[in-house]
């Protein structure tokens, strides 16, 4: 899911508020080039599900990651009350009055890049239909606590236990798509920093709109991450591409969504691929998503993997800092 900077902070009115509308407000309009053209034809293929109690898990995800960039998984080992808990207080949150949310408002004039965003603006005035709010959550040395909302109660607590999960199993997903690759099992998470692995917390809302067919919740995009593990609930709307049409990944519930990020991509040498998304929104339901971005440090260079470099299979991408492709790929310059 995207983590555009280019933020609306300032701005009080949020998407709940243009929800109550009959009309949909032209700035969130998708531009022509946005709108399905994939309404004929077979039905979309399904996203690959994988169980990760059955002794082949490793296998397919390989294969998921080549020909998807996506999968969900069940049987993941992350219990049901801690995923339960973190979606109550996002809920609660984005529950909350305008202003209190306000209190949390990113501002990256003054150097806050956390916080709560009350609409993302993408070129001119084209607006995507969603609310979020993101913050670090790992390591210790990249959280700041004090952009960390302290309503609803137990937010925090409710934040580092998932936490704690999404560690764990970020380690068994990079060691199965290192064996994958041929590596060995600790040659992902050590190409991304190890123990400074930055973890970050997301929360999408993405409100009834009144004509859903002419918005987006997020515009197609890849993560820049290494990883997204996301938590959907069970209005559906996230849509992957593959093969010049946009597929539906169903709602499974108990099931955590993965995507293959940017860095995976490179550091493969596009042995893995980049999934491109998007969301679609509801005319009667609110989306809500809950996705961690498990990425570099912003100072460690990332390129691809020396063993996959060879004669025949040269370097397909170049090594940067994550901070320099970060921010390249936002401002749209080359990489």
């Given at each position: 899911?995207?983590r555009?900077?280019?933020g609306?902070?300032?701005?009080a009115q949020?998407?709940q508020?243009?929800?109550v509308?009959a ?6 309009a ?6 399905d053209?994939?309404?004929?034809g077979?039905a979309?293929a ?8 059955l ?17 969900q998984v ?7 009350s801690a995923?339960?808990e973190l ?6 949150f984005f ?6 949310k306000?209190?949390?408002?990113m501002?990256?004039s ?7 965003v009350?609409?993302?603006q ?15 959550v790992?390591?210790p040395?990249?959280v700041?606590?004090a952009?960390?909302p ?6 925090r ?17 990079f060691?199965?798509?290192?064996a ?5 099992e600790g ?5 991304f920093?190890?123990?400074e692995v ?20 997020v ?11 996301l938590v959907?609930?069970?209005?559906p ?5 593959r093969?010049?049409?946009w597929n539906?990944?169903e709602?499974m519930?108990?099931a955590?969504?993965?995507h ?9 040498n596009g042995?893995y691929?980049?999934?491109?998304h998007?969301?679609t929104?509801s005319k009667?339901k609110t989306?809500?998503?809950?996705p961690v971005?498990?990425?570099?440090p912003?100072?460690?260079?990332v390129?691809p ?5 060879t ?13 320099d ?8 310059l080359?990489?």
């Amino acid at each position: 899911m995207v983590r555009g900077l280019a933020g609306m902070a300032g701005v009080a009115q949020s998407v709940q508020a243009s929800s109550v509308g009959a009309q949909h407000p032209p700035e969130f309009a998708r531009s022509d080039s946005e709108h399905d053209k994939n309404k004929a034809g077979a039905a979309p293929a399904e996203i690959p599900v994988i169980d990760m109690s059955l002794s082949c898990y490793g296998a397919r995800m390989a294969e998921a990651a080549r020909e998807w960039g996506i999968f969900q998984v069940v049987n993941h080992g992350v219990p049901p009350s801690a995923v339960s808990e973190l979606q109550r207080v996002g809920r609660e949150f984005f529950a909350l009055p305008q202003a209190e949310k306000q209190r949390y408002a990113m501002d990256p004039s003054s150097g806050k890049t956390e916080g709560y965003v009350s609409t993302m603006q993408r070129g001119g005035n084209q607006k995507t239909w969603a609310d979020f709010l993101f913050h670090n959550v790992a390591p210790p040395s990249a959280v700041n606590h004090a952009v960390w909302p302290e309503k609803p109660e137990g937010y925090r607590e409710a934040n580092e236990a998932y936490c704690g999960h999404m560690r764990r199993l970020t380690r068994t997903l990079f060691e199965v798509l290192s064996a994958g690759l041929g590596l060995e099992e600790g040659a992902m998470a050590e190409a991304f920093g190890g123990d400074e692995v930055v973890f970050l917390h997301k929360i999408n809302f993405y409100p009834p709109c009144p004509q859903p067919e002419l918005a987006l919740g997020v515009a197609p995009h890849t993560d820049l991450s290494a990883l997204t593990v996301l938590v959907p609930n069970e209005v559906p709307g996230l849509q992957v591409s593959r093969d010049g049409r946009w597929n539906d990944v169903e709602y499974m519930p108990g099931a955590l969504i993965v995507h293959i990020g940017d860095q995976i991509e490179i550091l493969s040498n596009g042995r893995y691929k980049a999934v491109l998304h998007r969301t679609t929104v509801s005319k009667e339901k609110t989306r809500m998503s809950w996705p961690v971005f498990v990425e570099p440090p912003t100072e460690l260079v990332v390129g691809p993997h020396p063993r996959l470099i060879t004669g025949e299979c040269p370097a397909k991408y170049k090594a940067m800092k994550f901070k320099d492709y970060k921010y390249c790929k936002i401002n749209k310059l080359p990489r």
